[in-house]
T-cell receptor, first 115, second 113 residues
Framework: DTGVSQDPRHKITKRGQNVTFRCDPISEHNRLYWYRQTLGQGPEFLTYFQNEAQLEKSRLLSDRFSAERPKGSFSTLEIQRTEQGDSAMYLC?????????????FGQGTRLTVV | DQQVKQNSPSLSVQEGRISILNCDYTNSMFDYFLWYKKYPAEGPTFLISISSIKDKNEDGRFTVFLNKSAKHLSLHIVPSQPGDSAVYFCAASAQGGSEKLVFGKGTKLTVNP
């Protein structure tokens, strides 16, 4: 399977706990994105990486959220001190920006439920 | 501010007929537009895209039309099939797709047999 892989698929956590999600992009894709989607909304941009460099973070992103892509391959998204409002589907996508007009491919997502 | 708008939350059509999904955008810097299809509990799946240098792009039963002056695009599905039932998201990007995607809220399409 050469698609975008996310782990875990589902996560239930208690309020105040920390959680970490992992994303493995398509091999050799240099761009990696994190999005969040809640019910009735479209995916909302969180942050993206070009190789290992984090190029942009949404101004809406709380400082409880941090993301890394240490070697320019897989990425992790950590949420500290989770809140009920963090419950959402967290989506990872990757693309190859070496060519113009290339689409981003999404993973299956991680469904987070904060209780 | 909603830079990409899909004003119809839902659409219902009969199998075999045409489905037309609409999308409007406000940011004139957007130059690359995409449609994604999403089933429940799955990630979005890329469907079709169009660059701002074109006004139409076709791929099988799917055609996307772009009207830059009106900042409007539409997705046509002909003929519609029950398997097309899903939520369709319009997305836009600047700099030929190298910037982040901005999504609309989606339109839920139901194709009735």
């Amino acid at each position: 399977d050469t698609g975008v892989s996310q782990d875990p698929r589902h996560k239930i956590t208690k309020r105040g706990q920390n959680v970490t999600f992992r994303c493995d992009p398509i091999s050799e894709h240099n761009r990696l994105y994190w999005y969040r989607q809640t019910l009735g909304q479209g995916p909302e941009f969180l942050t993206y990486f070009q190789n290992e460099a984090q190029l942009e973070k949404s101004r809406l992103l709380s400082d409880r959220f941090s993301a890394e892509r240490p070697k320019g391959s897989f990425s992790t998204l950590e949420i500290q001190r989770t809140e009920q409002g963090d419950s959402a589907m967290y989506l990872c996508a990757s693309s190859d920006t070496s060519a113009m007009n290339t689409e981003a491919f999404f993973g299956q997502g991680t469904r987070l439920t904060v209780v | 501010d909603q830079q990409v708008k899909q004003n119809s939350p839902s659409l219902s059509v009969q199998e075999g007929r045409i489905s037309i999904l609409n999308c409007d955008y406000t940011n004139s810097m957007f130059d690359y537009f995409l449609w994604y299809k999403k089933y429940p509990a799955e990630g979005p799946t890329f469907l079709i895209s169009i660059s701002s240098i074109k006004d139409k792009n076709e791929d099988g039963r799917f055609t996307v039309f772009l009207n830059k002056s009106a900042k409007h695009l539409s997705l046509h599905i002909v003929p519609s099939q029950p398997g097309d039932s899903a939520v369709y998201f319009c997305a836009a990007s600047a700099q030929g797709g190298s910037e982040k995607l901005v999504f609309g809220k989606g339109t839920k399409l139901t194709v009735n047999p």
